[in-house]
Nanobody, 125 residues
Framework: QVQLVESGGGLVQSGGSLRLSCAAS????????MSWYRQAPGKQRELVAT???????NYANSVKGRFTMSSVGAKKTVYLQMNSLKPEDTAVYYC???????????????????WGQGTQVTVSS
């Protein structure tokens, strides 16, 4: 099956930086896109950034100019460089993948619902 593993969260002061990583593993045949979402306490999960298989990146307005998403290895590993962090960036950050993989029976499966376990980012004022 497919597994997404995130790392890099932590506690940082306002104005600081963090870099999140997400690595996808399994018999992945194609990565259409990978995204970062975040969910703050009491709020809905929101899309932060996406990178497509062609390398196009898109960002939420709230993070444009501060966050940069990049990828390596045919998009199987993605990073989110977060600069000029603000207290309102505090949330659990989740990695999501839209991909096609081969399951344990040899069947090709396409899913937009591959998620990591989440990593906490806390920005103190």
């Amino acid at each position: 099956q497919v597994q997404l593993v995130e790392s890099g969260g932590g506690l940082v002061q306002s104005g600081g930086s963090l870099r999140l990583s997400c690595a996808a593993s399994g018999k992945i045949l194609r990565v259409t896109s990978m995204s970062w979402y975040r969910q703050a306490p009491g709020k809905q999960r929101e899309l932060v950034a996406t990178v497509t298989e062609t390398g196009t990146t898109n960002y939420a307005n709230s993070v444009k100019g501060r966050f940069t998403m990049s990828s390596v290895g045919a998009k199987k590993t993605v990073y989110l460089q977060m600069n000029s962090l603000k207290p309102e960036d505090t949330a659990v950050y989740y990695c999501n993948a839209d991909l096609t993989y081969e399951d344990f029976t040899g069947v090709m499966v396409a899913t937009k619902d591959a998620w990591g376990q989440g990593t906490q980012v806390t920005v103190s004022s």
